[in-house]
């Protein structure tokens, strides 16, 4: 659905979406948005660490050399272990929200996180024996 929007010459579109969700089933749009940051903050760890501090910024003086160490160590400590936390807390809220909301409706949750959790342990099986790790 577009509304289109003009004041004082300026013309927009706007996409308005209806809501995907039922009428009773209100999401809480602060779990979504926590863990957007942290799925965020973890992406960005995962870069630091992967792509970047390896080899660059190369040092230019001892001062530099010292100042990029303590630019990672901070950044490490104000991200690394709570965003994971952050991550891991709010699949536990998000799991016990389903739970509840399956249970409501009289179906039981379990068969469900089995035909989830069983193919993806199997893959992960299937990983551990391909790439033996480091």
Do not use: W
């Not at 009428?23 to 602060?30: L, Q, S």
């Not at 792509?51 to 490490?76: D, G, W």
Request: with cysteine.
């Amino acid at each position: 659905m577009f509304h289109l929007l003009k004041k004082e010459g300026f013309l927009a579109c706007i996409i308005v979406m209806p809501s995907v969700y039922p009428p009773g089933n209100e999401r809480i749009y602060v779990v979504d948005a926590l863990r957007g940051f942290a799925v965020m903050a973890i992406m960005l760890l995962h870069f630091l660490e992967h792509f970047i501090y390896n080899s660059y910024p190369v040092a230019s003086s001892p001062m530099m050399e010292a100042a990029n160490q303590q630019f990672k160590e901070v950044f490490f400590f104000l991200f690394a272990g709570k965003s994971y936390t952050i991550f891991a807390l709010l699949f536990g809220f998000t799991f016990a929200v389903q739970y509840r909301n399956q249970a409501r409706k009289g179906r039981d949750f379990c068969g469900q996180v089995c035909l989830a959790h069983v193919p993806a342990g199997g893959v992960r099986l299937h990983e551990c024996s391909v790439f033996p790790g480091r």
